[in-house]
């Protein structure tokens, strides 16, 4: 089945160490690609998103992704971690054609002090 | 300004009864998205507005499950004969629906359903 799948379920970092967060997804043809973050008690929101263009892309708060369509992967980045850090990671896909968002399990990433 | 709301937040209900989800998405956004977020699984696209245009329905698990989009903004998700396995947090979510599947979502705080 096609899905959108993020191994690491719970990642626990010391502050400062740098943070690699895997998604994979398995749909075929042009796709859009998004992390969306949802920190303790507040509501999902975006992180950054690929649609075109270069690869690599910044968003907020000093993370980065990489598309690398060859491998089907738009992993998350973060050279830094601090402890306002810790939430729950979500990858999504949206195909170009069709509505529908397609969302991984999500990764709870814990910064500890 | 004011972000997407949803309620009631928590929703406690006996199987077999329906119940109503609302969502008030934000003002002038014209997409409009329900997802289901059951324990330990990812988002669950359900249901998906545009405009005036026919919703895209073909994430609704069962007839039990419908939703309207009243006047283009308000939404209500309706659960009928609910089912133990119809817990689970309901998400809400709209976008400008400027720019289609790579607009930005803008998600409410959810309506955490659960049905004894």
């Known amino acids: 089945a096609q899905s959108v799948s993020q191994h690491n379920h719970h990642v626990i970092l010391s502050e400062a160490a740098s943070l690699e967060l895997g998604c994979n997804y398995s749909?075929?043809?042009?796709?859009?690609l998004f992390w969306y973050v949802q920190y303790p008690g507040q509501h999902l929101q975006l992180l950054l998103k690929?649609?075109?263009?270069?690869?690599l892309v910044k968003g907020i708060k000093g993370f980065e992704a990489e598309f690398i369509k060859s491998k089907f992967s738009f992993n998350l980045r973060k050279p830094s971690v601090q402890w306002s850090d810790t939430a729950e990671y979500f990858c999504?896909?949206?195909?170009?054609?069709?509505?529908?968002?397609?969302f991984g399990t999500g990764t709870s990433l814990t910064v500890i002090p | 300004g004011a972000g997407v709301s949803q309620s009631p937040s928590n929703k406690v209900t006996e199987k077999g009864k329906d119940v109503e989800l609302r969502c008030d998405p934000i003002s002038g956004h014209t997409a409009l998205y329900w997802y289901r977020q059951s324990l330990g699984q990812g988002l669950e696209f359900l249901i998906y507005f545009q405009g005036n245009s026919a919703p895209d329905k073909s994430g609704l698990p069962s007839d039990r499950f419908s939703a309207e989009r009243t006047g283009g903004s308000v939404s209500t998700l309706t659960i009928q004969r609910t089912q133990q396995e119809d817990s689970a947090v309901y998400l809400c979510?709209?976008?400008?629906?400027?720019?289609?599947?790579?607009?930005?979502?803008?998600f409410g705080p959810g309506t955490r359903l659960t049905v004894l």
């Open positions: 979510a709209s976008s400008s629906g400027l720019a289609g599947v790579t607009d930005t979502q803008y």
């Open positions: 999504a896909v949206s195909r170009r054609t069709g509505n529908q968002f397609y």
């Open positions: 749909y075929g043809g042009t796709v859009n």
């Open positions: 690929y649609f075109s263009g270069d690869p």
